[in-house]
């Protein structure tokens, strides 16, 4: 009996972390949505993002089972061209499979080893990860600009295969990185495989009087990338009163200081409280003790976040940067443009005027209408065809 496909893949963060958010959710459903097919092996840090120490109970440099998956947790002095290519080297696989563009560490020393010969040249599938955007490409630009320069003018990411998470994102990578769209493929992220179910918090009891406040949450990594600025600026403009949460880890120290002081300047009918970090178990549980989700992320190559809060029938309101389209047309909420800032407004004061019936129909309405978006078989079948195409037909 032949082997399954063998797909090693190089991440900035895998589990037992959770700060960076996308990518390891992603990953994580790959791996349990695609084993019967495909064998996966993780090179990753040995450590959740900013952290300053490595996991508790975790062996280092060596292939260790987690899940379906057999993941390799580098320390810093495993983290060099060289001890990254003999891992390589050591390694059975089919599709080498990279996830950042701009990641200086999992992407780009994997390329280099690949330019310099370190390595035997093979299929390769980069996945961008949202980072050609509009929205994330402007942070940072001249610095982008100049990385995306060198490694273009040294070929290092000549014939590999592309993923694009979205027909968005597709454009984006050729926009960005000129790629030809023979070399790019689309395949969506996997989301959890679970059964939808709106968990209905006591206040939607008809027969309890209506709430005088509306519960906004804000639920992701506190970054630039994810526009909290933006959020609490829309929110010194909301006239009705709103109780604002705010959960994510701080990855950004100097951002968080600007946002504390928009927190500061809040008119005294917006209540913000910053609630911590969130156990990627809990974090169903916390959408659904809220009215509405504000996420004016500036790009997002799937939002995963976002799946989550519709999957308990918290309607969203986000920017649109992001896959998630025709939100109003199917009652999951809106996305808007960043420059339409009345139209968040306009959504904010519409949700604060619902009764409770009416929050009640449209959490049971958003879940009906979310399992037609979320759990797509096509899904899959796309995904398992973007390594077989690797595997493939890649020609060298």
Not at 24 to 38: A, G, H, P, R, W
Request: charged share 25%; with cysteine; net charge positive.
């Amino acid at each position: 009996m032949s082997r399954k496909s063998r797909i090693l893949v190089f991440m900035g963060f895998y589990l037992p972390g959770f700060k960076a958010g996308g990518p390891i959710k992603t990953i994580f459903n790959m791996v349990e949505q695609l084993s019967d097919e495909y064998e996966f092996l993780i090179v990753t840090r040995d450590r959740d993002s900013a952290d300053a120490d490595s996991y508790v109970n975790v062996p280092l440099n060596q292939w260790v089972p987690v899940g379906k998956a057999h993941v390799f947790y580098c320390s810093p002095k495993q983290q060099t061209v060289s001890n990254l290519a003999k891992v390589i080297n050591d390694t059975e696989f089919d599709v080498l499979y990279l996830n950042s563009f701009f990641d200086p560490v999992f992407t780009l020393k994997p390329l280099l080893a690949r330019y310099l010969g370190s390595i035997p040249k093979g299929p390769v599938v980069l996945a961008p990860r949202g980072e050609f955007s509009e929205g994330a490409v402007q942070l940072k630009w001249p610095k982008k600009k100049l990385f995306i320069l060198v490694t273009r003018l040294f070929k290092l990411y000549k014939s590999i295969v592309w993923q694009a998470s979205s027909e968005h994102e597709f454009e984006d990578i050729k926009r960005v990185f000129h790629v030809q769209d023979k070399d790019i493929l689309i395949a969506l992220d996997l989301t959890e495989k679970t059964e939808l179910h709106a968990t209905v918090v006591k206040e939607s009891n008809s027969t309890l009087p209506p709430r005088s406040f509306l519960r906004i949450v804000f639920l992701s990594r506190i970054s630039p990338m994810k526009n909290l600025d933006y959020a609490l600026s829309l929110l010194q403009k909301v006239v009705v009163p709103v109780q604002f949460d705010i959960y994510g880890p701080k990855e950004d120290a100097e951002y968080w200081s600007q946002c504390l002081r928009l927190i500061n300047t809040l008119p005294k009918n917006i209540v913000a409280n910053y609630c911590g970090s969130v156990n990627p178990n809990e974090v169903s549980s916390v959408f659904s003790r809220y009215d509405l989700f504000l996420f004016p992320t500036r790009g997002e190559n799937y939002g995963h976040v976002i799946a989550e809060s519709l999957s308990v029938g918290t309607p969203v309101l986000i920017s649109d940067q992001t896959p998630w389209r025709d939100l109003e047309t199917d009652s999951l909420g809106w996305e808007f443009s960043l420059s339409d800032t009345g139209k968040f407004l306009s959504a904010i004061e519409l949700c604060a005027q619902m009764s409770n019936v009416e929050r009640y129909s449209c959490r049971q309405k958003v879940v009906k209408m979310a399992q037609k978006r979320i759990n797509n078989p096509d899904d899959i079948k796309a995904n398992k065809a973007l390594f077989s195409f690797a595997i493939n037909s890649i020609k060298l």
